[in-house]
């Protein structure tokens, strides 16, 4: 999960998302945690407005710990087109940690859902550094699939990695990789 600033100690459990009251930002609810503990509901009605952050019933001092926290991480550096070449730089707080966090986890998760689809119904394969996949062939309907795949594999005139053979967390990587044309970290 990409976010504008790495950090730990803060994550969020339990995210809901509403896309369809999504508007100028996400709609969504989550409990907020600090070094694993929960601490706080937040909460954004995906109208353009801040995230609220509301402390669980006795983790007001955690909450404030959590916000000083926030505060001491450096600004986040956005990407938008500007006049000046200098780059937008927003102080960083806690709500602002929150949004990105949901942000980030809500796209993983479309992510994986895609990659799930995909990887159910298709034999993907990597070919001369290239995602690539059989036309027409499900992979549910394989029943020998070892067999089918050595066939595939004495077919082709280069080594290829079948994703359906790789762990899962692996052969996401790779097809995330792949899909988003980013560089492995």
Same mark, same amino acid.
């Given at each position: 999960?990409?976010?504008i600033?790495?950090?730990?100690?803060?994550?969020?459990?339990?995210?809901?998302?509403?896309?369809?009251?999504?508007?100028?930002?996400l709609?969504?609810? %989550?409990?907020? &945690?600090?070094?694993? +503990?929960?601490?706080a509901? $937040?909460? *954004?009605?995906?109208? #353009?407005?801040?995230t609220f952050v509301?402390?669980?019933?006795?983790?007001?001092?955690?909450l404030?710990?959590a916000?000083?926290?926030?505060?001491?991480?450096?600004p986040?550096?956005?990407?938008?087109?500007?006049?000046?070449?200098?780059?937008?730089?927003?102080?960083?707080?806690?709500?602002?940690?929150v949004d990105?966090? %949901?942000?980030? &986890?809500?796209?993983? +998760?479309?992510?994986?859902? $895609?990659? *799930?689809?995909?990887? #159910?119904?298709?034999?993907?394969?990597?070919?001369?550094?290239?995602?690539?996949?059989?036309?027409?062939i499900?992979?549910?309907?394989?029943?020998?699939r070892?067999?089918?795949?050595a066939?595939?594999r004495s077919r082709?005139?280069?080594?290829?990695?079948?994703?359906?053979?790789?762990?899962?967390?692996?052969?996401?990587?790779?097809?995330?990789?792949?899909?988003?044309?980013?560089?492995p970290?």
């Open positions: 999960m990409d976010t600033t790495r950090q730990d100690r803060i994550t969020l459990k339990n995210l809901k998302v509403a896309d369809f009251a999504s508007e100028e930002t709609c969504f609810t %989550a409990t907020v &945690m600090f070094d694993g +503990r929960p601490i509901e $937040a909460r *954004n009605d995906g109208h #353009g407005g801040s509301r402390a669980l019933q006795g983790q007001a001092a955690l404030a710990q916000e000083e926290f926030a505060k001491s991480l450096p986040a550096s956005l990407d938008v087109e500007r006049e000046d070449d200098e780059p937008l730089l927003i102080d960083m707080t806690l709500d602002f940690l990105q966090l %949901a942000d980030a &986890m809500h796209a993983e +998760r479309k992510l994986r859902t $895609a990659f *799930n689809r995909d990887i #159910g119904n298709k034999v993907l394969f990597i070919k001369d550094g290239r995602l690539l996949f059989l036309k027409g499900k992979l549910k309907a394989i029943a020998e070892a067999a089918y795949f066939k595939l082709q005139d280069q080594p290829i990695v079948i994703l359906a053979e790789l762990p899962a967390n692996e052969a996401f990587a790779i097809w995330k990789q792949h899909v988003l044309g980013d560089k970290r």
